[in-house]
């Protein structure tokens, strides 16, 4: 279990971690910005040689060029860049495609908004990997529990003890996994000393068992919450820091009521993640609970039943023996 525990522990910190650091999805240049200004230009205007020469005009969208018999090249050219900048705008669009999506990791979805929750979201990954992991290990205890759970050993260990035979009852429950039989083992082999005491330490001990981390899954169910509300705070104090300061105040701000919305977001998710496993586990422990002392009364009432049982058969022994030797 402990290996269990280690190797989840140590592997959710590796993935969580190395999703954290990586860079975030390069950002896309919107419509008519730089990367609008750096498409290629338009086609060349076709040139019909022989033709009168003719004047551009600033307007067409696709215009023919004249090149008289005598014009030099440059002239040419130069008729060329004198055409309208309309006839370039078509090739806006295509430079302002961004590039097809990847998916939500793809995209870097969730990189994206571990980076603008903030600072405070490192120590909500921390609270959300030692979560992960509790509830992990916690179900892998249960469940295997709910295999070594053995009522017909139990059922048979109450008849030998009914029988008188706690010999036989003390065989039974030796190496067992059950955490009622161990009990009852060890409160059969202390019964001479003190059976109520043996029976207590050893009911004490299962429950213990029983209910490890779950005060560490108490704390992570208060604590979450708590980080998103400092989360909170931090990032509304960082929107209202750039009021009135830039002429881009708006996008700061947004920026900060969306650090804010993030960490309270993902510390509400933790807490009512590890909630609903909290008062689960806390359930079992309470049934085990009931089920160790509803053992250990039914092992004390029997037992005390043989041993007044036998004091009687000794108290009436005893007169007949002595009337038998004053005879």
Known sequence: MKTILITCLCSLALALTSLAQAPAAPQTSPAGGPAAATSPAAPAAATSPGAPGAATSPGAPAQTESVAPGQSPAATAAASAAVSPAAAAPAAPAAAETAPSGGLLGSNWLIDKFHRGGPIMWPILIVSIIGLTVVIERIFWWSGRWFRRDPKRIEKVFTAIE?????????????????????????????????????????????????????????????????????????????????????????????????????????????????????????????????????????????????????????????????????
């Open 163 to 327: 029988n008188g035979d706690t010999a036989e009852a003390s065989r039974l429950s030796r190496g067992s996994r059950d955490p009622v039989l161990r009990m009852m083992w060890n409160g059969l082999n202390h019964q001479h000393a003190s059976l109520q005491g043996a029976l207590q330490v050893a009911a004490g001990i299962e429950i213990k068992r029983a209910g490890r981390f779950l005060v560490v899954m108490d704390t992570l169910v208060t604590l979450a919450p708590l980080l998103g509300l400092l989360g909170t705070i931090t990032g509304l104090i960082r929107s209202f820091s750039f009021l009135g300061n830039e002429e881009l105040a708006v996008q700061a701000v947004t920026g900060g009521i969306a650090e804010a919305l993030i960490a309270t977001a993902c510390g509400l998710g933790i807490a009512i993640f590890a909630l609903i496993p909290f008062n689960f586990f806390t359930s079992r422990v309470s049934n085990l609970e009931f089920e160790l002392q509803t053992a250990a009364t039914n092992l004390e009432v029997m037992l005390g039943a043989q041993t007044a049982e036998r004091g009687l058969d000794f108290a009436a022994q005893a007169p007949a023996s002595g009337k038998g030797s004053s005879i």
